[in-house]
């Protein structure tokens, strides 16, 4: 299947600081690439979705201010956490698909602490 | 409205056969898809039924039936490396995924 990297695979920051999260579709272009959360045996809370070159759509709930994401080309998306905060810690993961009616590729997650 | 379910968990012995089953609720529908999550790890992608009937792909099969809105994931000659979570979401009209809140199948020797 098709490769989705993911960086970095975990990250330790301070509360108040900010940490950047990046996906890149490594052998396609994704035209469309997925923010998701999961927190500890929890599923998949879907985030925001991103297309290239137009703003994401943040699912309810989900602040836009807090989470920035940024999709500049069809191989890369970033997920910028700002004044994280504790409760944000968890597994972020980010899906890339080709095509709307493709399945959706899965970077390796990102595991973020607070301190 | 929209909703999807499937068991909250599941007991296998190694080397036997397991069917997880997924219903689901949708006016708008373009596949359903079925992922394998073990801990601590992203999903991995398993299989995408869009027509009815049973798609085999090695020990793993998957089944839809769009009248019903059931879909099953078969996994036969269970692994101990099997035990994990299985996930399986629907594609809605809108092409947005709508996910389970999956399923952990446990293997026991």
């Known amino acids: 299947g098709a490769v989705v990297s993911q960086h970095p695979s975990w990250v330790i920051c301070k509360s108040g600081t900010s940490v950047k999260i990046e996906c890149r579709s490594l052998d396609f272009q994704a035209t469309t690439m997925f923010w998701y959360r999961q927190f500890p045996k929890q599923s998949l809370m879907l985030m925001a979705t991103s297309n290239e070159g137009s703003k994401a759509t943040y699912e309810q709930g989900v602040e836009k201010d807090k989470f920035l994401i940024n999709h500049a080309s069809l191989t890369l998306s970033t997920l910028t956490v700002t004044s994280a905060h504790p409760e944000d810690s968890s597994f972020y993961i980010c899906s890339a698909r080709m095509d709307r009616d493709t399945e959706a590729f899965f970077g390796q997650g990102t595991r973020l602490t607070v301190v | 409205g929209q909703n999807i379910d499937q068991p909250t968990e599941m007991t296998a012995t190694e080397g036997a056969i397991v069917q997880i089953n997924c219903t689901y609720q949708t006016s708008g529908f373009n596949g359903l898809f079925w992922y394998q999550q073990h801990a601590g790890e992203a999903p991995t992608f398993l299989s995408y039924?869009?027509l009815d009937g049973l798609e085999e792909k090695g020990r793993f099969s998957s089944f839809l039936s769009r009248s019903k809105g059931y879909s099953y994931l078969l996994l036969k000659e269970l692994q101990m490396k099997d035990s994990a979570s299985y996930l399986c979401?629907?594609?809605?009209?809108?092409?947005?995924?709508?996910w389970g809140a999956g399923t952990k199948l446990i293997i026991k020797p």
């Open positions: 039924n869009v």
């Open positions: 979401a629907f594609m809605d009209s809108n092409y947005q995924l709508i």
